[in-house]
């Protein structure tokens, strides 16, 4: 269940004999259904995930109750929810499954306690915030900068996997676009 992780913290920094063997101790292995919260605005919750399988997507809602994406996460990639690297803030967002999906869990006192003893996932978080801090730059940049033409179209080109597993209505507004507009970029009207 945890060799996924293992390859991917490999990927970014080498694991000492016996290290695999801690950060199973303090990870936990979790099964959540399609479209179920995992977490909702207000909560403490403590935990980021690692998606073993399947697709989540973090999202908040406007004063009009409108949805407004502001991350996806499949395979191999994280989900840190904010209110838990600040123990004094709640979570402002939205978590839920857009799949089914399996996760591994973190929970903060797991974080606190494997960072402290375990040097190379200091370094390891220290490289996976900083490629989420460059692809936020990204996301900016894209919705300022381009088009919704081009913003499609530079998502589609980045991340191919996500387009044909998300509903078109989460990746309109995750691109600050409309279902309707992304039909009509689809059928080339635009």
């Known amino acids: 269940?945890?060799?996924?992780?293992?390859?991917?913290?490999?990927?970014?920094?080498?694991?000492?004999?016996?290290?695999?063997?801690?950060?199973?101790?303090?990870?936990?292995?979790?099964?959540?259904?399609?479209?179920?919260?995992?977490?909702?605005?207000?909560?403490?919750?403590?935990?980021?995930?690692?998606?073993?399988?399947?697709?989540?997507?973090?999202?908040?809602?406007?004063?009009?109750?409108?949805?407004?994406?502001?991350?996806?996460?499949?395979?191999n990639w994280w989900m840190f929810n904010p209110g838990s690297i600040d123990p004094d803030t709640n979570s402002g967002f939205y978590i839920d499954a857009i799949e089914d999906t399996r996760l591994l869990v973190l929970t903060r006192e797991s974080w606190d306690l494997l960072g402290a003893r375990l040097p190379a996932l200091e370094k390891y978080f220290r490289i996976i915030f900083q490629r989420a801090y460059n692809a936020s730059l990204w996301r900016i940049n894209n919705i300022f900068c381009h088009s919704g033409t081009e913003r499609y179209h530079n998502f589609v080109r980045c991340?191919?996997?996500?387009?044909?597993?998300?509903?078109?209505?989460?990746?309109?507004?995750?691109?600050?676009?409309?279902?309707?507009?992304?039909?009509?970029?689809?059928?080339?009207k635009v």
């Open 1 to 75: 269940m945890i060799q996924s992780l293992i390859d991917h913290i490999s990927k970014y920094v080498p694991l000492q004999p016996g290290d695999a063997e801690l950060l199973q101790q303090h990870i936990l292995l979790q099964q959540v259904a399609k479209k179920k919260k995992i977490c909702r605005p207000g909560n403490a919750l403590i935990e980021n995930y690692f998606v073993i399988e399947g697709c989540l997507r973090l999202y908040n809602r406007d004063d009009d109750n409108k949805e407004r994406t502001i991350q996806f996460a499949m395979e």
């Open 159 to 188: 991340y191919p996997a996500f387009v044909q597993r998300i509903p078109q209505y989460m990746l309109a507004s995750f691109l600050g676009l409309t279902p309707e507009f992304i039909s009509m970029i689809r059928a080339k």
